[in-house]
C-alpha cells in the first residue's frame, strides 16, 4: 500500500503555496512531516482563487516532493475573481459563474496545466454552482421551459449545466494534454445539498474515474453544516457503494476543531470506513502545528487496528440520488450504537434496512418495500417516511397515521418478556404523536407515557412473510441521545447485525465487519464519561482485543449467557478506539 499497511496517508498542498514557495522552505516543511507521520502521496494544486502558479514552480514544487520519496498528483479549486473590469456577481466562496465565458477560459487553462503535468488530479469540492446572475437566470428558465418544470427549482439546470461543464471545460482540456490523466471528483460532507448546487455523483460517476469523499465535521456547534461526527464513516459507505472500488479515500481538514479529539475523530471515523486513502488537507494549515503531530501519534496505532478488521457492514439506510429529506438522521442514531452505512440504492438483499424521509424520494419506493417485506424482510422505517409515504400506497403495510399532534415526555415504558419496564430520562424529549388501529398494527413494544396516555415510538406491522417497523425519533434528532439507555437499548435490539448489539449509554458508536470484528468509540463532549456497554452477541465463545493495551485483558469471556446470547461487559473510554475479534 505505501508507507501504512492499510492505507495511503496524503495531503493537499493549496496553490497559493506552489505559487509562491521555493525550494529550501518546501524541504524543511517535508522534513517536518517527516518527524511526525510519512507520507505516501501530496496533491499538488496550481489553481484556486486568484493563485495561478507559473509552470516553473509546478515543476519545482513536483520535483522535490519526489526527491522524498512522496508521489504527486494534481488538484484544482474552482473559485475564482471576478475578472478584471466586470461587473461583481454574488456567488459564496467565489465559486464560479458557468455561464461566464471568461471563467470558462480561466477553468479550461487550469485543467490543461493539471493534464499537462499530471498523471491524476482531484477536484477539490468548491465545484459547484450557486450563480444568479442575469445569465445564470436565464438559462435556467429556458431550460425548466423546455424540461416542462413549473416551480422555478434550479436543481435539474444545474445538475445538468455541471455535467456539461465537466465533459467540455474539465475532462476535454486535460485529456487533450494527456489522454491517460485520471481525474477524481470530490464530493463534499454536505450530501443532502448535492442537487441545489449542481452535484450529481449518479451521474457524474460515468465521465469521472474516480470520486472521493469529505469526511470534515468538525465542531458540530460552531460550524453551521450541521453535520454529526458519524458522518466521517457514513458518507464514506455511502461513496463506496455508489461507485464500487472507485471511491478515492476521504479528506478531512482542522478547521473549527477548538477540541483536538473533533480533528482526530475525523480521521478515526474515517479510517474504520477502510479507505484507499486518508486525505489531510491541508498542508499548510497543518505545517508545524499540534494536529500534525497528534494524528501522527495515531496513525500506527490505527493501522494495527486496521490489520484486523474486514469489510464494513451495518443495517443499510437507503438515500436515493438527490434525496432530502431527515437530514442525517442516520447519522444521530450512528452515534449512540445503531450500526448504519449507506447507500444509493435500494438494498433488496439485506435481512433489515432502514428507510427515512429520503428514501421516499424514490417513486416506486412503496412497491419495493412491499416486495421486500412480503418476502420476509425487515423494514424499519421513520415517521418522516411514513408521512411521506402514507398517501402513495403504504396504508397497505400499516395502519398508522398521523393528525398533526405532538407530544414531549420524560416518561417512558417498554415491553419485554410479556412485561412492562418503566423509566425516566433526564428531560422531556418532543415527537410526533402517531396513531395506529389497534390489534391491526403493534404499538406497545416501546412507548412514551404522558398523564394516562402512552404514546408508540416503536411499532410493528406483520406483511406476508415479514414486517415493518416504525420507529418514531424525536423532534431534534440530537435529543436521541438524551433518551433513558432502556428506551436506547430497546430501539438498538431492532438493529441486531450479524448476531450483534450493543447496550449502554448514548454517544458510542458500534462498528462492525465481516469477519467478526467490530469497533467501539465512545465520542469526546463535555458531558461524556468512561462507560460500561454490555454487547450482546449470537453464539460467542469469547473476545479477542484487537488493539490490546497492557491493562486490557488478552480475551474477554461471557458474563453471562441468555438464549442463544453471549453477554459480555466492555469499557469505552473517551476519545480511545477499542476494536475486537468475536470467536464463535
Known amino acids: 500500500m505505501g508507507n501504512y499497511r492499510n492505507f495511503k496517508l496524503t495531503t493537499y498542498f493549496v496553490a497559493q503555496g506552489t505559487a509562491n514557495v521555493t525550494r529550501d522552505e518546501l524541504q524543511k516543511q517535508i522534513d517536518w512531516f517527516g518527524k511526525h507521520m510519512r507520507l505516501d502521496k501530496v496533491y499538488l494544486e496550481p489553481f484556486r482563487d486568484s493563485a495561478f502558479a507559473s509552470e516553473e514552480q509546478v515543476k519545482m514544487c513536483k520535483e522535490v516532493f519526489e526527491a522524498n520519496g512522496i508521489e504527486v498528483a494534481g488538484g484544482i479549486t474552482t473559485c475564482i475573481p471576478t475578472p478584471e473590469g466586470d461587473k461583481p456577481k454574488q456567488r459564496l466562496f467565489n465559486t464560479f459563474c458557468y455561464n461566464d465565458d471568461k471563467m470558462l477560459e480561466t477553468l479550461k487553462k487550469a485543467s490543461a496545466l493539471n493534464g499537462k503535468y499530471f498523471d491524476s488530479f482531484i477536484i477539490d469540492d468548491f465545484y459547484f454552482t450557486n450563480c444568479t446572475c442575469e445569465k445564470c437566470r436565464a438559462a435556467k428558465d429556458e431550460y425548466n421551459k423546455a424540461h416542462g418544470i413549473t416551480d422555478g427549482s434550479w436543481e435539474e439546470y444545474r445538475t445538468h449545466l455541471m455535467y456539461e461543464v465537466s465533459e467540455k471545460y474539465m475532462i476535454a482540456p486535460a485529456k487533450a494534454e494527456n489522454p491517460n490523466v485520471k481525474i477524481t471528483i470530490k464530493y463534499p460532507n454536505w450530501m443532502e445539498s448535492y442537487q441545489e448546487t449542481g452535484y450529481d455523483p449518479l451521474s457524474q460517476r460515468d465521465i469521472f474515474e474516480y470520486i472521493y ?232 413494544l416501546c412507548k412514551g407515557l404522558k398523564n394516562e396516555e402512552s404514546y408508540t415510538l416503536l411499532s410493528r406491522d406483520t406483511y406476508g412473510d415479514g414486517q415493518m417497523m416504525m420507529m418514531v425519533v424525536p423532534d431534534e434528532y440530537a435529543t436521541i441521545r438524551n433518551f433513558p439507555v432502556e428506551v436506547l437499548n430497546r430501539l438498538r435490539k431492532e438493529f441486531e447485525l450479524n448476531g450483534i448489539t450493543c447496550e449502554g449509554p448514548a454517544n458510542i458508536s458500534l462498528f462492525a465487519y465481516d469477519n467478526d470484528t467490530f469497533v467501539l468509540y465512545n465520542y469526546v463532549t463535555s458531558w461524556a464519561n468512561n462507560s460500561a456497554v454490555t454487547v450482546r452477541i449470537k453464539n460467542a465463545k469469547k473476545l479477542i482485543p484487537l488493539n490490546a493495551n497492557r491493562w486490557m485483558p488478552k480475551e474477554f469471556l461471557p458474563l453471562y449467557t441468555e438464549d442463544e446470547y453471549s453477554v459480555f461487559r466492555l469499557s469505552a473510554a473517551v476519545g480511545l478506539y477499542a476494536g475486537y475479534r468475536i470467536e464463535r
Open 213 to 444: 469523499t469529505g469526511t470534515e465535521t468538525r465542531d458540530p456547534r460552531h460550524q453551521d453544516q450541521h453535520l454529526p461526527r458519524y458522518l466521517s464513516y457514513s458518507l464514506m459507505t455511502y461513496m463506496e457503494n455508489m461507485a464500487p472500488g472507485r471511491n478515492g479515500g476521504g479528506w478531512f481538514d482542522n478547521f473549527d476543531c477548538q477540541i483536538m479529539e473533533y480533528y482526530l475523530e475525523q480521521a478515526y471515523l474515517t479510517a474504520f470506513s477502510k479507505p484507499k486513502e486518508l486525505m489531510m488537507f491541508c498542508f499548510q494549515s497543518l505545517y508545524d502545528s499540534m494536529f500534525a503531530a497528534s494524528l501522527g501519534f495515531q496513525l500506527d496505532k490505527l493501522d494495527d487496528l486496521l490489520d484486523g478488521l474486514g469489510n464494513t457492514i451495518g443495517i443499510p439506510c437507503y438515500i436515493p440520488d438527490k434525496s432530502q429529506g431527515e437530514d442525517n438522521l442516520h447519522d444521530f442514531l450512528g452515534m449512540n450504537g445503531f450500526p448504519i452505512v449507506t447507500t444509493p440504492f435500494f438494498p433488496e438483499n439485506a435481512d433489515t434496512i432502514l428507510l427515512t424521509a429520503s428514501s421516499a424520494y424514490d417513486k416506486d419506493i412503496v412497491s419495493k418495500l412491499e416486495r421486500f417485506v412480503a418476502n420476509g424482510g425487515k423494514a424499519i422505517v421513520t415517521n418522516g417516511f411514513v408521512l411521506e409515504t402514507l398517501d402513495k400506497g403504504l396504508k397497505t403495510l400499516t395502519s398508522v397515521r398521523f393528525r398533526g399532534r405532538r407530544v414531549s415526555t420524560k416518561d417512558f415504558v417498554m415491553e419485554k418478556h410479556n412485561r412492562w419496564t418503566s423509566v425516566t430520562g433526564p428531560e422531556e424529549i418532543s415527537f410526533p404523536l402517531m396513531e395506529f388501529r389497534n390489534n391491526s398494527t403493534w404499538g406497545a
